[in-house]
């Protein structure tokens, strides 16, 4: 089974292929802006350097949310673009469980696991896993004052949005995984979800109503 995965919910911009859970290969990029340029053209040369074809491919995987709305659209749009040009099947994994899929276990030991993502806003996407990863909240936005207040620790913290959060929990680890969602883990993800029948539609997970900027009255 070949899966094609890709994330562009946070800063970066992650593209994988995995044939039978093997990783094939890999691209990340920094991407503050232009994802929606940058995107498409990296998965076409993913696939050109392993020698794969479309029809060659079983499943596509792309995270949800939460995450920033313009890197959110992309990637959904990318998603629901390819399905509808190949037949493809889609299947749709949670940001945070994507961060929290890369913590080594030894870091999550006897921790609370806190994903945390910035939505470039006053508040926080964060969602809460035990050592094992298993949810222990759904997704939520709040502020970081009441993140302390909601989960007191012992904490481990992974996600862009830890920087933010760290000061006001001196007590708490940052994870050495990366702050952004590695596309190789959404590809395992969505196979797992696949395979087991709890596939998650592309459909963005926002948990708060984007910004807009009204015109001014003439």
């Known amino acids: 089974m070949h899966v094609l995965a890709f994330d562009c919910a946070t800063q970066g911009c992650s593209v994988a292929v995995t044939r039978q859970g093997r990783l094939l290969g890999r691209r990340q990029v920094n991407a503050e802006r232009g994802q929606s340029e940058i995107l498409l053209p990296m998965i076409a040369a993913l696939m050109a350097e392993n020698g794969l074809d479309w029809t060659e491919l079983s499943l596509i995987g792309v995270t949800i949310g939460p995450g920033r709305f313009t890197g959110l659209r992309i990637g959904l749009a990318a998603a629901r673009g390819l399905a509808l040009a190949t037949g493809l099947p889609v299947s749709g994994v949670g940001t945070a469980e994507a961060l929290a899929q890369a913590v080594p276990a030894a870091e999550r030991q006897s921790r609370t696991l806190l994903a945390v993502i910035d939505g470039k806003r006053a508040d926080l996407f964060v969602q809460a896993f035990d050592e094992s990863l298993r949810p222990l909240a759904p997704p939520a936005a709040m502020m970081a004052e009441a993140v302390v207040e909601r989960w007191p620790g012992p904490l481990l913290l992974v996600g862009d949005g830890a920087e933010r959060l760290a000061p006001l929990l001196p007590q708490a680890l940052r994870s050495t995984a990366s702050c952004w969602p590695d596309a190789a883990l959404v590809a395992e993800l969505a196979e797992a979800r696949w395979v087991e029948g709890r596939t998650l539609a592309p459909q963005p997970l926002y948990l ?11």
């Open 208 to 218: 708060r109503p984007a910004d807009v900027t009204l015109p001014a009255a003439r």
